[in-house]
């Protein structure tokens, strides 16, 4: 069972503030929930341990940039007021709600019929983790609800991007098999999400072939 654990009503450190949002004198921008439209999913390229201190490591989120962060162990946790101007996006930043996976996460998926390791060659910083079916089922539940409550606070979230649509340097975010079970097979049937695979904002890429046999744009 996914559990949510909710740190909106938790005061944010200073230095997260100050570094992580967009900010007035150290108070946190909030924006318009009429301006925000979609979600952009990510991988935190990165596991939060050690797996025995579960509390410590959830309140990790606390110094995320993002509006929601899905972790491996099947929580996730929302450590800020979705209108907040997060840095999570780039240029997706004013909006956009971040949504990042816990893990380090291939880029690409091997390819058995080619002698190259597609997946460790297109994975930033160390060996990659595997994907599994509860990464994928919390990234599914945060993502709903991130769509429910950004509604009902009135924002007219229609889109769902990756962020290396907005960044040259997040080319592998959040990867191959996590765009396809949680944007492709489940944002897209069953939340009824749009994905712009050849929008580009900034320095950018668009969703490659690979990621999207149906509807992608050019190679990784």
Not at 75 to 91: E, M, S
Request: charged share 25%; with cysteine.
């Amino acid at each position: 069972m996914i559990a949510h654990l909710d740190l909106r009503r938790t005061a944010l450190p200073d230095d997260v503030v100050r570094a992580r949002y967009k900010h007035r004198g150290g108070v946190i921008v909030m924006r318009d929930p009429k301006t925000i439209t979609g979600i952009v999913v990510h991988q935190t390229a990165c596991t939060f341990g050690p797996s025995d201190d579960a509390d410590r490591r959830h309140r990790r989120a606390q110094r995320i940039p993002a509006h929601a962060t899905a972790f491996r162990d099947g929580t996730f946790v929302t450590p800020c007021d979705l209108p907040a101007y997060a840095q999570h996006g780039h240029r997706l930043n004013g909006r956009s709600l971040g949504l990042e996976i816990e893990g380090r996460y291939s880029g690409e998926v091997d390819d058995p019929a080619t002698a190259p390791r597609e997946d460790l060659g297109s994975t930033w910083g160390g060996p990659p983790d595997v994907v599994t079916d509860l990464v994928v089922e919390c990234a599914r539940v945060a993502l709903k609800w991130l769509v429910d409550e950004g509604r009902r606070l009135g924002c007219p979230i229609k889109f769902v991007w990756a962020h290396r649509q907005s960044s040259a340097t997040r080319r592998s975010d959040p990867g191959a098999e996590l765009w396809r079970r949680v944007v492709l097979l489940y944002a897209i049937p069953a939340l009824g999400l749009e994905a712009q695979p050849g929008l580009v904002v900034g320095d950018g890429r668009p969703i490659p072939r690979s990621w999207d046999l149906g509807s992608g744009v050019g190679r990784y």
